[in-house]
């Protein structure tokens, strides 16, 4: 059931050590590997495997290993033992031994091996087989946390409940063959007790740091412990559409939540949207778990209600590579180099190296990963010098290992990368996208050729969501696919020429902007782009027509606010004239409004006409006179677009003409609340307001009395509307400190090549 012989000699150690202690207790200890006088454990007590058998005394713990598949034990497997156990019994110190192996064991060998202990003194002999750690194993979810390996090595519908696989097959099955290479590390730990408390995890780390490989773990963890349901999902919009309200064990992973290689303000802009909705799911019970590279997360924080949503900060958990122990680092590289597609002859001659592998200052699981694969090492020269720039020097290797690919495998990075990182499968060209292969040189039949090709190397094909799709192996090809973007502007024509002008906007600037991965168009590209975003005004994001028109809208609007140079948008003002008009009279709520984001900008760069400025000054002027929106009191940004006498005046209008309703404007703002809605989300617009009341007027006593009876009556009332949160039995993950240190005399990569 499952393939334990893959694990490795110091693997199957820790297994049998974890067993141990399952069964007999945490008083079981380990001893070094190169010294342990016949003992790879030991505990002393009593135990009862079975019924009416007890067992006690001086236990002795041997582990043996063996790589070969459907291996039988025979007792000449044991015999450099035996004058160990003598003075083992000698000094008193081994009652009962017990030998714990993945071969088999037949009755024959279990007799004559007991007899053979019995003639030098042990009182009692337990062999343990493989199949005896298969049905521990299987039987217990506490002993899989400890050695989370096992889930990628067996059938995970025997082991997972019968409701959560059935769920999740897909995405389950997908995380299989990099959960049989998984090290738990603390910063899984951290990130499942982060998940514990808060039922929420963001996990931040630089490129290819494992922030993927921890989430799946949770959520491989979530599906066996409480029988999860788990769904991966891509955007805000579609953690909605997948939520359930009558299901109270949904976990949500959301993979790169803020853009893939780059920051992504509209997918800022829809999580800013759902928070609501989000807290509501957590209290209900289910779990999120969120991802994002450090930078772009940092260029996100400027943009997301983090004040609305606590937990990106106090559930934030920072997978730092650096933090890496000694003995994880070779684990990592250990597990990938014995489960990658690398032959025995290549194993062999890279083991003497992969020690210092390991140990570099950049290594990270990515390389251990690449190393493991025959596609990034077919010019690799097995030398120290050369293994420490494999490492060192990875980002300007995989770009070269891209330029080299043949023209059909380029072509179809090509269509991954203009498609966003998600290709539809099965494949279906635009005219545009044909053109752009007849620019690379390929067509549609290389391409499909070259995809499978590159299946596993470079390319993956991924079925999640409802959908079918290739996207890249890891986001760091993107990366790489992007920087020969950025030298060849050939290259980049023909991309800009063939992509989606929704998908260009999530891609590119037009002029340097300084985000941080972006492709940034050169103006000579300008006049073709501005033809291509005039012309965009549907999105295939929503059916109904409104929706999807204002959807391209907000799109559009998003992208000109954050993604362009003042040169840009200048040409592009010339063009579009019908742009000023729906900036000028922005719609409610404010901080969602992204003809607001606009206005500031183009105010910034003094391009924001006079007449647009003053009708869009009056309509959100007029917004917080109303108590519907106090964004024009409280956004400093947006206060600059007021001269001092609009300042004046809106700060008379709400001494005049809002203080006095201000009790009418609290009920309005509860009477409009959705039971589904957290109260005091709802209420935040309106404490917004009072805070930037009492901001305009320091010095009155009388309106800061006002604004402390208002902000009371607003704690009563979210205290008498309290929402309904999830009372069922705990769905913690198991965690568990390490119970020893596993020092090592021997090298883990020993066996790394049998």
Not at 436 to 446: I, Q, W
Request: glycine residues 6%; proline residues 3%.
């Amino acid at each position: 059931m499952f393939n334990l012989h893959t694990l490795g000699w110091h693997s199957f150690q820790q297994l049998c050590l974890s067993v141990s202690r399952e069964v007999l207790g945490q008083t079981v200890v380990s001893f070094l590997d190169t010294n342990d006088g016949g003992r790879d454990g030991a505990f002393s007590g009593a135990w009862n495997p079975k019924n009416n058998e007890l067992l006690s005394g001086q236990f002795v713990i041997q582990c043996k290993f063996t790589s070969r598949v459907g291996h039988t034990f025979t007792p000449s497997d044991i015999e450099e033992e035996i004058s160990k156990v003598k003075r083992l019994v000698e000094r008193g110190e081994c009652d009962v031994y017990v030998l714990m192996t993945n071969a088999g064991i037949s009755g024959e060998t279990e007799l004559k091996l007991k007899e053979r202990f019995k003639e030098i003194g042990v009182k009692d002999i337990l062999i343990c087989g493989v199949t005896w750690l298969e049905d521990q194993i299987r039987e217990s979810k506490h002993l899989r946390m400890m050695v989370p390996r096992v889930y990628g090595l067996g059938d995970l519908s025997q082991i997972l409940d019968e409701r959560a696989y059935a769920q999740a097959t897909a995405v389950l099955e997908s995380m299989r063959e990099e959960l049989a290479k998984i090290v738990l590390t603390e910063s899984y730990r951290k990130a499942a007790r982060a998940l514990d408390i808060h039922g929420f995890v963001l996990l931040i780390g630089e490129p290819a740091s494992g922030k993927t490989t921890i989430a799946s773990l949770l959520a491989m963890s979530s599906a066996d412990q409480w029988g999860a349901s788990v769904v991966k999902l891509a955007t805000p919009r579609s953690v909605v559409d997948h939520w359930n309200p009558h299901e109270k064990s949904q976990l949500f992973w959301i993979d790169d939540a803020f853009g893939v290689t780059q920051y992504e303000r509209n997918l800022v802009s829809d999580w800013n949207h759902i928070l609501n909705e989000v807290k509501t799911i957590l209290r209900q019970g289910n779990r999120v778990v969120m991802t994002s590279r450090d930078y772009i997360y940092n260029r996100a924080r400027q943009d997301l209600k983090e004040g609305a949503f606590p937990l990106f900060q106090e559930s934030q958990v920072v997978i730092d590579v650096h933090d890496l122990t000694g003995d994880e680092r070779r684990q990592i590289l250990y597990n990938h180099m014995k489960l990658g597609g690398q032959p025995r002859e290549f194993r062999s001659a890279v083991k003497p190296h992969l020690e210092s592998v390991a140990q570099h200052d950049r290594f990270i699981p990515e390389i251990a990963r690449r190393l493991a694969d025959p596609f990034f090492t077919k010019n690799l020269y097995l030398s120290e010098w050369s293994l420490a720039t494999f490492v060192d020097k990875r980002e300007q290797l995989l770009i070269d290992i891209c330029k080299e690919l043949d023209t059909g495998s380029k072509a179809a990075l090509a269509l991954i990368y203009m498609s966003n990182g998600r290709l539809s499968s099965p494949i279906s060209l635009t005219a545009a996208e044909e053109e752009a292969l007849k620019r690379l040189n390929s067509d549609l039949g290389a391409c499909t050729a070259a995809l499978e090709a590159l299946r596993g190397s470079l390319a993956v094909h991924v079925i999640s969501d409802g959908e079918s799709y290739w996207t890249f192996k890891h986001p760091t090809i993107g990366d790489a696919y992007s920087a020969m973007l950025r030298a060849s502007p050939e290259l980049l024509g023909i991309y800009v020429r063939g992509s989606d002008t929704e998908k260009l906007m999530r891609q590119i600037t037009c002029g340097d902007t300084g985000i941080e991965g972006a492709v940034v168009a050169p103006s000579s590209l300008f006049d073709l782009l501005i033809g291509r975003l005039v012309a965009h005004k549907t999105t295939p994001a929503y059916k109904t027509d409104w929706m999807s028109t204002w959807g391209a809208r907000r799109h559009l609007l998003g992208f000109l606010a954050g993604r362009c140079s003042k040169q840009f948008l200048e040409a592009y003002l010339s063009v579009d004239l019908a742009l000023m008009e729906s900036i000028a009279k922005p719609t409610l709520y404010l901080e969602f409004s992204v003809e607001v984001d606009l206005a500031i900008r183009l105010f910034k760069l003094g391009l924001l006409p006079e007449n647009t400025r003053k009708s869009f000054i009056e309509t959100v002027s007029q917004y917080a006179l109303n108590g519907d929106d106090a964004r024009a009191l409280s956004d400093p940004e947006l206060r600059l677009l007021l001269n001092d006498k609009e300042r004046s005046r809106l700060r008379e209008g709400v001494r005049i003409k809002v203080l006095p309703r201000i009790e009418e404007v609290r009920l309005e703002h509860q009477a409009n609340r959705d039971p589904e809605d957290d109260p005091e989300w709802h209420m935040r617009r309106f404490t917004q307001l009072l805070s930037s009341i009492e901001k305009e007027y320091p010095q009155s006593w009388r309106i800061r009395k006002v604004v402390k009876r208002e902000r009371l009556q607003v704690q009563e009332w979210i205290e008498e509307n309290p929402t309904e949160v999830d009372s069922s039995t705990s769905r913690n993950i198991v965690i568990d400190e390490q119970s020893a240190n596993f020092y090592i005399g021997r090298s883990i990569f020993d066996d790394v090549d049998e």
